[in-house]
Each structure stands twice: as structure tokens, then as C-alpha cells.
């Protein structure tokens, strides 16, 4: 009988088939097509290693090719609609590619998030691809400097000459206010997060534009990021609209933020329910089953992962290669529902 062992490797499965060790290992990397090899001979090699149950050891494959096949996709929170869905697109992309994502939580704390990019690193990671905290820019550029591929998600670092795939935020929160202005509501307040990144700046700023640009008066409140799912939150918030009776609606930056204020609206102003102006920004399935259903500015998560790992493979193909960063800007769709129907 045969030992065992050498039958479970790359050269004991080439010797019984009579065929070369790289044309196994091809075939076991998933590049028979693109070393055109016969579908025949894939299927021999596929056939036999499914009846042997075959299984390439990980580690020693990794340390042969400088390759580990995983990606760490580093977001806010994964827990949040948005960010789990847009995980969900990308781990199914990575793996139609051969790849394995690890997902991790980084809270928008920047000691957690170098405590886990210094993890993944000493791990071999192949590439990160990350939701940035406000204060990691220079791990960053460092992880540039070292070859490692990087794409930014959702927020990126101005001064940062890196690539990143994003929305535009300030478009997409303009758009959002007009709509509700030109359903006749005049006193439009915003409600988001004391977070200094670039997605949030860009929907203040897209706020304060279209107010200015219909000569309506701002309403702002910005919570502590800390706050925004607590009591201490749900409190600020009805604090503000107890002070502000004159609000005809509301504009709420993050899908967290929205559930709080809901939540407000209609435990102290059941009456305002149904007559308040009402937008979030992030969709989220609940929102079509609210009464009022919610008005949403919706972001394109299928072509939003899609870019990220059209640049991530990219990068994968030639981390050594210097190449001019893709910043890639998406546009978000408003998606209308009841709450922001016309104001009699």
C-alpha cells in the first residue's frame, strides 16, 4: 500500500497522475484556465484530490508563494446595516476570487485600530482594507511605504495620497435637504456626531450649502460619538427638539442616529409623527416598515464592493509596483417614502 502522506501532497498526487507538480499546484490555485490546461486533465486532478481528500496545508502554501490569500476588511462597526451588508458583497467577491476576508471592528478608536492592523500584519496578511479612525494616517502611509496594498473605505485622509473608494457625501446630503425644501419644509434641522472624518464633514457641509443656498436658517445638533446609541443620546436629542418647537423636520446623518430619533419623536411628539419631514442618510430594510416609511439616502453597497476589490486585487497582482492612486467617488441615490411626502 501506498504511504499515506505521500499521497496527500502536491508531488504524491503528480506522480500518480503523471502529470507535473505545477500543473497540480495550478490547478489547485484555480489558474488552469489561464495556463490552459486541458479540462480534461483539470478534471482528472480536481476528481482525484476530491476521492484522496486533499487538503493544501495553508501555512507551508503561504510561506512558498508569499501568499496568505486572506484580506482583513477592518470597518466601524460590524455590527452596524451598512457596514455588515457591504461585508456580506465583499466577502462573496473575495472568495469567487480565491481570497478569505477577516472582518474586525475597529469603533473608530484609533488604539484599537493599530493594535489590529499590528496583529493582522504580523499574521502575513495579503491587504487591509479599512474604515479609517480619525487619527491612524500615519499607519497608513507607513503601510503604503511597506508595499502593503491598502484601499480606505468610506472616509479617507485628505493629505493621503492613497487609494479609496467613497461616496459623495456633500452631493448626496444637498440633494436630500432640496428635497425636502422643495416639499415645503423651511426649518430643516441636522442631527449627527461630533466625528471630524470626511464622510461626516461632507454631509454637514451639504447641509449647510442647500440651507444657504434657499436662505433657510440652520439647526444643528451634534452629538459626542459616544452618545449616539445611548440614553445619554436619545436625551440630547429631545432636549434639542423640546428647544427648537418650531422645527418642521429632520435630517439625520447615520442610520443609528435615525432609529434614536425615531424612537424620540415618538415617545414625546407622537403628534409630529406623521407630519414632520423625516431623512436618513444609510438605508436600511426597517425603514420600509416604519409608519411612516423613512426616506433614505441610499449608498450603492454592490458597486461600492465591487471597487474595493477591483483595487484590492489590483494591488494584489503588483503590490511592488508603484502605480498612481485610484480615488474612486460614488454617487448615493435618494430614495423617497412617506415621510418627507409634501407638506400641506
Request: glycine share 4%.
Amino acid at each position: 500500500m501506498k504511504n499515506k502522506s505521500k499521497r496527500n501532497s502536491i508531488k504524491g498526487i503528480a506522480a500518480e497522475l503523471g502529470v507535473s507538480v505545477t500543473t497540480v499546484s495550478f490547478v489547485l490555485n484555480g489558474k488552469a484556465k489561464e495556463k490552459r490546461i486541458s479540462e480534461a486533465v483539470t478534471k482528472k486532478i480536481l476528481d482525484y484530490i476530491e476521492l484522496i481528500g486533499y487538503r493544501p496545508n495553508q501555512l507551508a502554501q503561504s510561506l512558498r508563494t508569499g501568499k496568505s490569500k486572506i484580506i482583513v476588511f477592518m470597518v466601524e462597526d460590524i455590527s452596524n446595516h451598512f457596514f455588515s451588508r457591504l461585508a456580506r458583497i465583499i466577502e462573496d467577491i473575495a472568495y469567487q476570487k480565491g481570497y478569505k476576508v477577516l472582518f474586525c471592528s475597529n469603533e473608530n478608536d484609533d488604539k484599537k485600530s493599530l493594535e489590529l492592523i499590528d496583529l493582522f500584519k504580523e499574521r502575513q496578511v495579503d491587504g487591509f482594507m479599512i474604515v479609517p479612525s480619525p487619527g491612524i494616517q500615519d499607519k497608513i502611509a507607513a503601510l503604503k511605504a511597506e508595499k502593503i496594498p491598502v484601499v480606505l473605505c468610506d472616509r479617507y485622509f485628505p493629505d493621503l495620497d492613497i487609494d479609496h473608494v467613497i461616496i459623495d457625501n456633500e452631493k448626496a446630503s444637498y440633494c436630500a435637504c432640496e428635497h425636502l425644501i422643495k416639499n415645503n419644509f423651511k426649518n430643516i434641522a441636522l442631527i449627527t456626531t461630533d466625528v471630524r472624518q470626511t464622510q461626516m464633514l461632507g454631509r454637514l457641509e451639504g447641509y449647510k450649502k442647500a440651507m444657504a443656498a434657499y436662505q433657510l436658517p440652520t439647526n444643528v445638533l451634534i452629538l459626542p460619538y459616544k452618545e449616539k446609541t445611548t440614553l445619554q443620546g436619545k436625551e440630547s436629542i429631545t432636549k434639542f427638539f423640546y428647544e427648537n418647537p418650531d422645527l418642521d423636520a429632520a435630517f439625520f446623518t447615520t442610520n443609528y442616529l435615525t432609529k434614536n430619533g425615531l424612537a424620540v419623536i415618538k415617545e414625546s411628539f407622537p403628534n409630529a409623527l406623521n407630519k414632520m419631514g423625516i431623512v436618513t442618510f444609510d438605508d436600511n430594510e426597517l425603514f420600509t416598515i416604519y409608519t411612516p416609511t423613512i426616506t433614505a439616502v441610499s449608498q450603492p453597497l454592490e458597486e461600492m464592493a465591487k471597487e474595493l476589490m477591483k483595487t484590492m486585487l489590483a494591488l494584489l497582482k503588483n503590490p511592488k509596483v508603484a502605480h498612481p492612486p485610484k480615488k474612486i467617488v460614488l454617487k448615493a441615490k435618494l430614495v423617497v417614502r412617506e415621510s418627507s411626502k409634501v407638506k400641506e
